[in-house]
């Protein structure tokens, strides 16, 4: 009986830690173009076409944007406080702000990040970083229920904002946005959370969780082991 009450205390203790942790609510780790029905519950809404889009053999998503095509991708949130991250690189970009973007849209305003191969900015004439995104870097992007925006870069706080425009829909973004510009770029990962605007120390980038998961399982590994 006693060993039972600890059994459950356990339990219950493992079910309130879990749901105190925060994790990512979606992952995407571009070994499917995104609206690939193979994705199933995970699938992204497209708008214009997701023919720009190539998976490589590491498992990115190889965008190029030619001037006369569109292609970005988008899942329906329903909160006032999100964080996404995508490890990226961009080759080029050609055209307005917002031709190659990743952010949160609504409900009262657009945080997006638009993306070039020397620097990423706040949409509608927000502050700027500066850095070589030819090579891969991990960006994310919060926005509070006040509409405050951070920027981190590889786990580094870059800009703070304030959502710009209103494209009235509500959901997470990536990709080729809706301009005449071209742009080419590789996605290694998207992952974000509608549970909040977490910096890193709070939500550690996929890259490290995903570490962290499998160091995780390494103690049953050697429980297992050591039972043979
Ligand atoms: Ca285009
Ligand atoms: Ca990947």
Same mark, same amino acid.
């Given at each position: ?10 339990f219950?203790?493992?079910l309130?830690t879990?749901?105190?942790?925060v994790d990512?609510?979606h992952v ?5 173009i995104?609206d690939? *029905?193979a994705l199933? /519950?995970?699938v992204w ?10 998976? +490589?053999k590491? !498992? ?9 095509k569109v ?7 329903d ?12 080759l080029?970009?050609a ?15 657009d ?7 020397d620097h990423?900015?706040i949409?509608n ?12 870097h991990?960006?994310?992007v919060t *926005?509070?229920?006040? /509409?405050?925006?951070?920027?981190y ?8 904002? +304030?959502?710009g !425009? ?6 997470i973004?990536?990709?080729a946005?809706?301009t ?9 990962y998207?992952?974000y959370t509608?549970?909040?605007a977490?910096?890193p120390?709070?939500?550690?980038n996929?890259v490290?969780?995903?570490a962290?998961?499998?160091y995780?399982?390494?103690p ?5 082991l050591?039972?043979?």
């Amino acid at each position: 009986m006693l060993k039972h009450s600890v059994l459950t205390f356990l339990f219950i203790l493992l079910l309130a830690t879990r749901g105190i942790a925060v994790d990512w609510e979606h992952v995407y780790e571009c070994n499917n173009i995104p609206d690939d *029905k193979a994705l199933g /519950n995970g699938v992204w809404e497209v708008f214009g076409t997701s023919e720009i889009g190539k998976i +490589t053999k590491d !498992g990115e998503l190889h965008i190029t944007d030619t001037a006369d095509k569109v292609g970005f991708f988008m899942r329906a949130i329903d909160t006032k406080a999100a964080t996404v991250e995508a490890r990226v690189r961009v080759l080029s970009q050609a055209g307005a702000s917002y031709s190659l973007l990743m952010g949160i849209e609504g409900p009262a305003g657009d945080a997006w990040m638009d993306l070039f191969p020397d620097h990423i900015a706040i949409d509608n004439g927000g502050p700027t970083h500066v850095l070589d995104m030819t090579k891969y870097h991990i960006l994310r992007v919060t *926005k509070d229920a006040k /509409n405050k925006i951070v920027v981190y870069v590889d786990d580094k706080q870059v800009l703070e904002g +304030t959502t710009g !425009g209103n494209s009235g829909r509500f959901d997470i973004i990536f990709g080729a946005g809706s301009t005449g510009g071209s742009s080419e770029s590789y996605w290694d990962y998207v992952v974000y959370t509608t549970a909040g605007a977490f910096p890193p120390n709070e939500l550690s980038n996929h890259v490290l969780k995903s570490a962290v998961d499998v160091y995780g399982k390494l103690p049953v590994t050697w429980g297992e082991l050591k039972g043979r």
